[in-house]
T-cell receptor
């Protein structure tokens, strides 16, 4: 079984401050991990992924995420948030051994960046 | 760039109607997925398909069926729509094999069943 937890429903930060969106996961084997972003009334847009290799992954729009196997976490970070980063963020996981390519998503975290 | 399109952005139907949601991808991907998105529940997988005419149930298939007659097109069917099927529906596609890691999503269809 595989699952994702996003412990915060909402994250509020001031523009220019660091932004962190938390994600923890559970899989039987090793994980593929993903972050997606959804702007209002839009589909999901891929941000970044961890497949293998360097634990620090860099993605679109200045976002990065760090894979921590011991803590089973994959937190999304941005050093300096912008008002335009306000959106709904989803973390997702797939077991690397899975043959059916099914992703499990967290419930989502709403990020609000105030000017 | 991968492009996934969905036939409607907004749809309003009445209880008991048959509803078709269409999804088309232009990247020759083998795998296609239908999710529904509800506040506080994230995305839940309804059905997926890994090849033409092939389909597999996801986590919440009840009340839905799918059709994949061509590789680029994956249809979600609500045989008799009910109010609890009011939701945002998202389609995704993904390659297979060594390139199989990222799912790409369409813009979504917001369905309201009255």
């Amino acid at each position: 079984a595989q699952s994702v937890a996003q412990p915060e429903d909402q994250v509020n930060v001031a523009e220019g401050n660091p932004l962190t969106v938390k994600c923890t996961y559970s899989v039987s084997g090793n994980p593929y991990l993903f972050w997606y972003v959804q702007y209002p009334n839009r589909g999901l847009q891929f941000l970044l992924k961890y497949i293998t290799g360097d634990n620090l992954v860099k993605g679109s729009y200045g976002f990065e995420a760090e894979f921590n196997k011991s803590q089973t976490s994959f937190h999304l970070k941005k050093p300096s948030a912008l008002v335009s980063d306000s959106a709904l963020y989803f973390c997702a996981v797939r077991d690397i051994r899975s043959n059916d390519y099914k992703l499990s998503f967290g419930a989502g975290t709403t990020v609000t960046v105030r000017a | 760039d991968v492009k996934v399109t969905q036939s409607s952005r907004y749809l309003v139907k009445r209880t008991g109607e048959k509803v078709f949601l269409e999804c088309v991808q232009d990247m020759d991907h083998e795998n296609m997925f239908w999710y529904r998105q509800d506040p506080g529940l994230g995305l839940r997988l309804i059905y997926f398909s890994y090849d033409v005419k092939m389909k597999e149930k996801g986590d919440i298939p009840e009340g839905y069926s799918v059709s994949r007659e061509k590789k680029e097109r994956f249809s979600l069917i609500l045989e008799s729509a009910s109010t609890n099927q009011t939701s945002m529906y998202l389609c995704a596609s993904m390659a297979s094999g060594r390139a199989a890691d990222t799912q790409y999503f369409g813009p979504g269809t917001r369905l309201t069943v009255l």
